[in-house]
């Protein structure tokens, strides 16, 4: 029998398993001499820790459905300000605590435990913190309450030998019973999504979503009894079938894509005892991400504090203490959205840390956090001229890297960092830019329409993608995505972009064009056409590299435009 490859993380898991290196090697450990096996091994439970800063540790503490009492919010604050930490609150809903020492770190590992919290299993190859939104059961929306379901489902493999650092790769999974949701969740590995059948209300599953894929219809309804089990049996067979050679390609989405959706619900099956249903509708309206103050069920309003793009002081921090107790609060959420929500909070109470930018913007941790961003894009983003995206409620997601932490294929307008230097300047600091994502009922994720966007040009770009969207007529731009962008090659939204960049910033000349809903396979003739009709004398040579013969579409046309458009002058 061949034998089968696994990678070198894999071998690890072998030799020993995460728990068993917690009971045997943890307190053992000498920081000075960690090596890479052992930053793999901390990750387990909570400890991130990487050679170019190896003073530095962060301990990533894990808040279930986003939902933590006054009093354990209290608790890890005053961790923060004991060790100088600063405070991020996580796109999984969750709080990290940086630029601890070693020792500090371990000590407040067990410190999060007697607070009633834990940091196990929120990094690497485990499931990751279950989310919802962040107005579960209070809010207008709210149909059932998940949160009793999540502590379920979290007791299944929290603290299990079987489950820490024992799955392939990592896996997401979120539960919604609301009808509008604050963030998307169709990029999950596994989303139990509100849904009804025959009248009864229960959840529509879907899996194999993650960064720039959306999850896939499982054909599986359940109902709320039934999630944990369900649940569970997936996570099983990921990890009984799931892939383990390359570390680029162990997520679920892999294994679906190799043996089809299909052949993986039959192998769920055989670890779920019940008959499953199939059908039911889901129950999917657009979340409106423009304002602050979220009515409730029972008449009240949720503020939400708006953290700096993830970032949350010790005064911001303290203040919300402060609120909830002066006026009677005992629970906060946070969102995946990275803000904080204080149910309850009497209208007109005075807030003065709340953050002041749009809500509507999911930032990654950036280079001042993580290694692997190519900027601080927490700065960049409080840079960003956003009041028209604010009064459209269009989205953004500002990712620092490839890996998508702020979900920028999952929002209106996408961006990811790059450096480059096309345009005059080496190393010149940019972004790729993403549009057509159809997220709130998980039909399409933003495409990759622009490879190379300087930094200087971001905020241009934005209003005009923004003019585009208003001269277009559409109520969202998720509808604008459907009738519009999701009906063109990414080389033709290339072209079409930049000859309107070109008209508005270069020229400053000719109107913005909104080409119709496609009609023709001939893309590069129908620009062509368009532009002959409007007979602007500036565009004759982009008309004549439209016209030529080339083994690309509009390759000369978008490399042409390009150069004139983002030159450095």
Request: aromatic share 12%; charged share 30%; net charge neutral.
């Amino acid at each position: 029998m061949k034998e089968l490859k696994i990678n070198k993380i894999e071998r690890l898991k072998l030799s020993l398993k995460p728990y068993d290196y917690y009971l045997k090697r943890l307190r053992s450990i000498d920081p000075k001499s960690l090596e890479e096996s052992d930053r793999f091994y901390l990750k387990n439970f909570g400890i991130y820790n990487h050679k170019l800063r190896p003073e530095k540790y962060i301990l990533r503490v894990r808040i279930p459905a986003g939902r933590v009492s006054v009093e354990k919010f209290s608790s890890l604050v005053a961790l923060a300000r004991s060790a100088k930490s600063r405070m991020i609150i996580t796109s999984r809903a969750q709080v990290e605590l940086h630029d601890l020492d070693f020792e500090t770190v371990l000590s407040y590992m067990e410190e999060v435990e007697k607070i009633g919290l834990s940091s196990w299993q929120t990094y690497t190859d485990n499931i990751r913190n279950i989310v919802t939104d962040p107005l579960d059961g209070i809010g207008e929306d709210s149909v059932i309450e998940v949160y009793a379901t999540i502590l379920r489902m979290q007791s299944l493999f929290l603290k299990k030998r079987e489950y820490t650092g024992t799955l392939p790769r990592k896996f997401n999974t979120a539960i919604s019973g609301s009808i509008r949701n604050i963030t998307p969740f169709c990029g999950n590995d596994l989303y139990f999504a509100l849904a009804k059948k025959d009248g009864v209300f229960g959840f529509k599953t879907y899996v194999g979503g993650k960064s720039g894929v959306v999850a896939k219809d499982l054909d599986i309804f359940c109902e709320v009894e039934d999630v944990p089990d369900l649940f569970d049996a997936v996570v099983k067979a990921y990890i009984d079938h799931g892939p383990r050679a390359s570390r680029t390609k162990c997520r679920l989405f892999h294994l679906i894509e190799d043996i089809g959706i299909a052949r993986f619900r039959s192998l769920l099956l055989q670890k779920y005892e019940k008959e499953p249903e199939s059908g039911g509708e889901p129950l999917f309206e657009k979340f409106e991400n423009r304002k602050n103050s979220f009515r409730l069920k029972d008449g009240g309003v949720a503020f939400r504090y708006l953290s700096r793009f993830g970032e949350l002081s010790h005064a911001q921090a303290e203040e919300i203490v402060d609120l909830s107790t002066k006026f009677g609060i005992e629970e906060l959420r946070l969102g995946p959205d990275q803000n904080l929500y204080i149910p309850r909070l009497p209208e007109g109470a005075e807030v003065k840390g709340s953050f002041e930018r749009y809500g509507g913007v999911t930032v990654c941790a950036g280079s001042k956090y993580c290694i692997y961003s190519l900027f601080d894009t927490k700065y960049e983003s409080s840079r960003l001229t956003l009041n028209r995206a604010e009064k459209s409620g269009v989205t953004v997601g500002f990712s620092g890297c490839l890996k998508g932490c702020a979900r920028h294929a999952f929002s209106d307008i996408g961006f990811v960092g790059i450096r480059t230097g096309l345009y005059g300047q080496k190393g010149e600091r940019g972004v790729r830019l993403y549009l057509g994502a159809e997220y709130t009922e998980g039909r399409a994720v933003g495409r990759l329409i622009l490879y190379a966007v300087p930094l200087r040009c971001i905020n241009d770009m934005i209003e005009l993608v923004l003019s585009l969207y208003e001269k277009s007529g559409y109520e969202s731009f998720e509808e604008f995505s459907a009738e519009v962008i999701n009906r063109y090659s990414r080389e033709a939204l290339a072209f079409w972009l930049l000859l309107n960049y070109n008209r508005v910033y270069i020229m400053k000349r000719g109107g913005l064009m909104v080409p119709e809903p496609k009609k023709s396979d001939d893309e590069k003739s129908y620009f062509a056409n368009a532009l002959k009709e409007e007979s602007v004398d500036f565009e004759e040579k982009i008309v004549k590299l439209l016209e030529a013969e080339e083994e690309f579409p509009f390759r000369e046309a978008i490399i042409y435009l390009e150069k004139v458009s983002f030159a450095v002058r």
